[in-house]
């Protein structure tokens, strides 16, 4: 591993400063939701959330959004945006989680270190990339996780049992990535064929791995992608990876590096287990129990990157006890921005009927498309199904345990609702 130097303030200065922006928790709750008692709360997990989230893990602060929630926005709101972290928000490391936005000495003092196999390394600062010109991206942000409960129904796969709330449409805005390195003129070493990212965020031990994503230097999303300075166009706050975000729009959550202290270029991925073992699809159907969770390595597997087609139906949910008859079936679709989105299909009747929806176009290539179609509903138990195909032919299994894998990635089977009518 490279020997790295972090930010000029140490953790611990950085949560003083964070600390001197004042804390105070908690905003409005979400409707609709009971919670344990006792049981921690969205609210006093992170400062500025609703409170109501589906907690998947209090300690890392991961979150989930109910669907009753997000269907309710176009841009998703930052205090009902899911969240995922993957080291305790203790300590040093507690500002990211207890303020809604890093203090000003923080951006003043951020730095973001352009190093490896080039001749000039640069430091840059917030400053530096305020100075640029900024363009937005609104795009879907997703765990490449959402979706991991629907695998139990094979066998249960490790980890947050996330539905469909681990995702948000959300507007960006800060410095596309490729000219500004251009700016930079560091003169990069032919054979560094990688880019790789981190975040200020490093594992409790030594031994762990920082969170680190590589990208190929010739991956065509990097032409679209931002080191974003704002998210719906405020700055970002700090639980969503304020002061600066690697945005790679069409690409799953984990691509998306959050607190970015490091812009490397190397001729091999980065070796944290974020990029060699973890987030990783295999690259062949798998068994429960024929291919483990750290049986991954480069050549059987691949990175989880742009999101695999989906579409999610956001009414009616269960919750709206929708009666017999015609009844309008919404929600929202998306993919990796690839390729146009040409069909959503619904169903009120398991897949029987198919019923061609209309599609609002999108306000952008990687922004959720929200679709809309009429279909009958009849008495008893009914299941609504929705399946998005884009110009490609990509299209969702109707079986989505077809993509089963050990770690419950890429969740994209066709999406049931089942209802009582
Ligand atoms: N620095 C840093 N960036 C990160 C992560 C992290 O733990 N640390 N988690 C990744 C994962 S797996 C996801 S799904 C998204 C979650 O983004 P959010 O918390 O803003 O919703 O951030 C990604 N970027
Ligand atoms: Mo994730």
């Not at 989680?97 to 917030?126: C, F, H, Y």
Request: charged share 20%; net charge positive; glycine share 10%.
């Amino acid at each position: 591993m490279l020997n790295r130097k972090k930010n000029h303030l140490s953790r611990r200065q950085f949560n003083a400063l964070a600390g001197a922006a004042g804390i105070t928790l908690g905003t409005g709750g979400l409707s609709g939701l009971a919670r344990a008692a006792g049981a921690p709360d969205s609210a006093t997990i992170i400062h500025g959330k609703a409170s109501g989230m589906i907690i998947h893990n209090a300690k890392l602060a991961v979150m989930e959004t109910p669907l009753a929630e997000l269907r309710k926005h176009d841009i998703t709101p930052k205090n009902i945006l899911f969240n995922r972290f993957h080291y305790p928000h203790e300590g040093d490391a507690s500002w990211y989680v207890t303020t809604s936005a890093p203090s000003a000495e923080m951006v003043k003092n951020w730095t973001i270190r352009v190093d490896g196999l080039v001749q000039r390394p640069r430091t840059v600062t917030i400053a530096d990339l305020q100075k640029q010109p900024q363009e937005k991206r609104i795009s879907v942000l997703q765990c490449a996780g959402n979706g991991r409960a629907y695998y139990a129904a094979k066998q249960k796969v490790g980890g947050g049992q996330w539905h469909n709330g681990g995702m948000g449409n959300v507007e960006w805005e800060g410095v596309p990535l490729r000219p500004f390195i251009e700016s930079l003129k560091m003169e990069i070493a032919p054979q560094a064929h990688w880019l790789t990212a981190e975040g200020w965020d490093q594992p409790a031990t030594p031994v762990g791995s920082d969170f680190a994503k590589s990208y190929h230097i010739g991956d065509k999303a990097l032409d679209h992608a931002i080191l974003a300075l704002k998210m719906n166009g405020e700055p970002i706050p700090a639980q969503n990876g304020g002061p600066v975000r690697l945005i790679i729009p069409g690409y799953y959550g984990n691509m998306n590096v959050k607190m970015v202290t490091e812009l490397l270029f190397m001729a091999e991925q980065s070796p944290s287990v974020f990029q060699s073992v973890g987030y990783r699809m295999p690259n062949f159907p798998v068994e429960p129990g024929k291919f483990g969770a750290n049986d991954y390595n480069w050549y059987n597997s691949r990175p989880t990157y742009g999101h695999a087609i989906k579409s999610v139906i956001f009414s009616p949910l269960p919750e709206d006890k929708p009666k017999a008859g015609t009844v309008t079936i919404t929600g929202v679709a998306f993919n990796d921005g690839e390729a146009k989105i040409t069909d959503v299909e619904v169903s009120a009747d398991g897949g029987k009927t198919w019923h061609k929806a209309t599609i609002k176009p999108p306000a952008s290539p990687w922004a959720w498309h929200h679709f809309s179609a009429k279909a009958h509903l009849a008495k008893g138990k009914q299941t609504l199904m929705c399946r998005a195909t884009d110009a490609l032919g990509r299209t969702q299994p109707m079986d989505g345990l077809t993509r089963w894998n050990p770690r419950g990635y890429e969740w994209n089977g066709v999406d049931r609702v089942v209802l009582d009518v």
